[in-house]
């Protein structure tokens, strides 16, 4: 194990969140709010400490660096990121208690966007603003960010493509460009654009600044943090339009951007996932509108609080603009398909993702036409191409993993005896990294009921549902850590 080659990427994290929390400071500062402004001052002085003893256990590392490196730097980059990132709300007391300030910001950087807080207001400012970054940080991936920054040496090792493979979200994970660091600033250029025309739409339906920024952050992210105890809901309908267009357009695979930044509009238009996340969400969205159309004044309405949740779900962002715990059986009933499902690989989203889903049903059907004709050759492709038979086997094995921890996780909560639609919705919120669930974790609602062991539980399945579950049993496997 390249221990000091480790040490030099997390003492890059921690610099790197040691600056991103210099503008909630600033905030504090601007509202004069100088207790919290000395909280995220002591964070930041302990975030630089650990760079310094990073950096000094990480002098001349040696050059080896492979996959069990990769994924070993990323959960313990996310873990320490969270440690250190929960610090202003535990110092400043306006969430006492370590855990549940822990599972705050780690809900933040996972971009889920489950809250233990009752009233969401009575945070400060600065705050509210970090949460809020936390998403847009934790959504394209710290790590991303950190290739961006790196000297060449580093890219020159090979490191680069383990991390953005533990990093990145979904089956298969390729370069966009021939070289890593132009892949890393392609994807946060995309990531940048999209958030900045987010808060200009925003500001231009009349939202306040603060509340464009972060919305625009959680939105961007995919997390879900509202900085209003209603979510979205006492915005108006054209805001919430937009907020629905954005979480639908950060749900997309970034890849397709880049197709259509280089004017390959065909290969965009042939997308067997992007035409299945749209498919669904159209679907979904009808259904439900037709399913809640008692419930409101009129089709226009129903539409869009319907198309809102879908959207809202299936790119496991959170946000709510009504409370669809009161929804018929059938919507609920769609809503939580959707949870599973998930937004496209390479992007913001969380979940299964549209591209394991098509995987596995291709998959599925090439096992029933070889049991029925024995003899011959069965293929699966996607998009045209050949898949390779370990992606397939990759695929398989992550929804063994994904079952297990969402039912040993489920047994483990349920000690707290909580119905059991809210231990179960609670999981798979967390898990897929969507947010709200339903019953006493839904829309209304938040975590601060159940016990520190269960939290623990829920910010384990946080962060095996943003990593795509392999970076955190890798940690804890005893098989990572032999020398070999």
Sequence with gaps: MNYKKIDRFLSGIMILEAVFMIPALLICLYDNDVHVALCFLAAIAIAVLFTGILRLLGKRPQKGFHSREGLVCVSSSWILMSLVGCLPFYFSRQIPSFVDALFEIVSGFTTTGASILPDVEALSRGLLYWRSFSHWLGGMGVLVLLMVF???????????????????????????????????????????????????????GGMPLFDSVCTALGTAGTGGFGIKSDSMAGYSPYLQNVTTVFMMLFGVNFSCYYLL??????????????????????????????????????????????????????????FATTDFDLWPSFSKGLLLCLMFVGASAGSTGGGLKFQRLLLLLKNLRRHVHQTLYPNKVQIVRMNGQRVNEKVLNDTNLYLIGYALIVVFSFILISIDNFSITTNFSAVVACFNNIGPGFDVVGPTGNFAGYSAFSKLVLIFDMLAGRLEILPMLGLISFSTWKRK
């Design 150 to 204: 790196l000297p060449k040496s580093d890219h020159n090792t090979g490191s680069t493509i383990h991390l953005l493979r533990a990093e990145s979200p979904g089956p298969t994970v390729g370069k966009l460009v021939p070289r890593m660091k132009q892949t890393a600033l392609v994807l946060y250029g995309i990531y940048v654009s999209l958030t900045v025309l987010n808060f200009l739409f925003l500001l231009a």
């Design 261 to 318: 930044l280089t004017r390959h509009f065909l290969n965009v238009w042939k997308d067997e996932e992007l035409r299945a996340y749209i498919g669904v969400f159209l679907a979904s969205t009808a259904l439900i509108t037709w399913n809640i159309l008692h419930l409101y004044s009129g089709v226009q309405e129903s539409l869009r609080h319907a198309a809102f949740q879908v959207a809202t779900v299936m790119t496991t962002t959170g």
